[in-house]
């Protein structure tokens, strides 16, 4: 027969086994638990860092958001076209910034690899205006650069063409430019300087004209004007023979030689001649008319002396040179002889004559 104490440490072990597992069973599911969260941890952080696209950072990437676009489908997409890591993070950063409700539709021109916060702010501000490439060449007029500025951005040609030929004399221009203070007539022929722009949608006529003669400001800021001046020419002169020699010449190593030809005949003050101050009065034409060359206007160098009273288009940086240095030489005439629209140039109206008499029979 068992005893009672016998009985009693019986019952006293099974009650320490049993403890022991009890123990062992809350230390499994902590380890469990701990477990889990570990792994839900991981998985969180995967699933905001890990980089979705695996597109290299700094391409071009323009990305177009449609009206009524959600948070979630904005995120997808900037995160396939690799501008952010992920969209987890993007819509993570954007909420927490209470930012999520504010990205606006539109397109954009991103890069890869840019951070959450950079584009948050690029997608809060909106896009950036739409861009209109206008391109001027060297010697056009300011009719000829208002139609293709019309045809490019809208602004209407009427428009800009009244402010152009009106408005140089505005106090606010001129004190802006100085450079204008030069200018005697209300034009702004010449200073609308030739170059590709680009424009933001909703600019003005006097927006795009601004843009032009600031350029024509910077362009010519370090042109060194000892030589005009030595001949008593001031800086509107000087953009009224470079326009000249920008429509006269055809092959860009002529450009200071023509001016030394408008720079001697200035000097024995002979009347200039140049064609093309008749062609800007009475339109292009192929071929002048003798009545062409007797038209009255200011500007008609075969009658009145000296250099017109402005420019005649506007001239690119290489006339604007020429003007400001001329080649030295005693050429007093020139007359269109090559095929490539060259001319020989003379020292003598008999040989000018004869140069041109053979130009009539056929150009090399």
């Not at 839900?40 to 696209?53: D, F, M, Q, T, V």
């Not at 100085?178 to 006097?206: C, D, H, I, M, R």
């Not at 030489?329 to 060259?342: I, L, N, P, Q, W």
């Amino acid at each position: 027969m068992t005893s009672p104490d016998a009985v009693a440490q019986a019952l006293s072990g099974a009650a320490d086994l049993k403890s022991l597992f009890r123990k062992r069973g809350v230390a499994i599911t902590a380890a469990a638990v701990v477990l889990v969260l570990v792994l839900l941890s991981a998985g969180a952080w995967y699933a905001l860092l890990r980089k979705e696209s695996g597109l290299p950072s700094g391409a071009e990437a323009q990305v177009v958001i449609p009206p009524r676009t959600g948070s979630a489908a904005i995120a997808q997409t900037l995160a396939e076209r690799g501008v952010i890591p992920n969209a987890l993070g993007f819509r993570l950063r954007a909420r927490l910034a209470g930012d999520d409700s504010n990205l606006m539709a539109g397109t954009y021109d991103l890069v890869t690899g840019m951070s959450y916060e950079e584009v948050v702010s690029r997608l809060n501000k909106g896009p950036e205006p739409a861009l209109s490439v206008v391109a001027i060449p060297e010697g056009w007029t300011i009719d000829q650069i208002a139609a293709r500025v019309e045809a490019r951005t809208g602004v209407s040609a009427k428009e800009f063409v009244t402010f152009a030929k009106t408005r140089a004399q505005d106090t606010w221009l001129v004190a802006r430019y100085p450079f204008l203070k030069y200018n005697k007539t209300t034009s702004l022929e010449g200073y609308l300087f030739p170059k590709t722009y680009q424009v933001k949608a909703g600019a003005s006529a006097l927006d795009i004209i601004e843009m032009m003669v600031a350029q024509y400001g910077k362009e010519t800021a370090t042109l060194d004007l000892s030589v005009p001046t030595s001949h008593g020419l001031d800086p509107h002169q000087v953009v009224t023979m470079a326009s000249m020699i920008e429509r006269e010449a055809r092959v860009p190593s002529e450009r200071p030689v023509i001016a030394s030809v408008i720079y001697n005949r200035l000097s024995r003050g002979m009347l200039l001649e140049i064609d093309a101050t008749v062609l800007y009065v009475v339109g292009n034409k192929t071929n002048l008319l003798y009545r062409d060359l007797r038209v009255d206007s200011p500007y008609n160098t075969y009658v009145v002396h000296g250099l017109p009273p402005g420019p005649i288009a506007s001239p690119g940086l290489a006339s604007l040179q020429a003007a400001c240095a001329p080649a030295d030489t005693g050429y007093y005439f020139y007359v269109r002889t090559g095929k490539d629209g060259s001319h020989t140039f003379t020292q003598t109206k008999v040989e000018f004559l004869a140069a041109k008499a053979q130009a009539k029979k056929g150009l090399k």
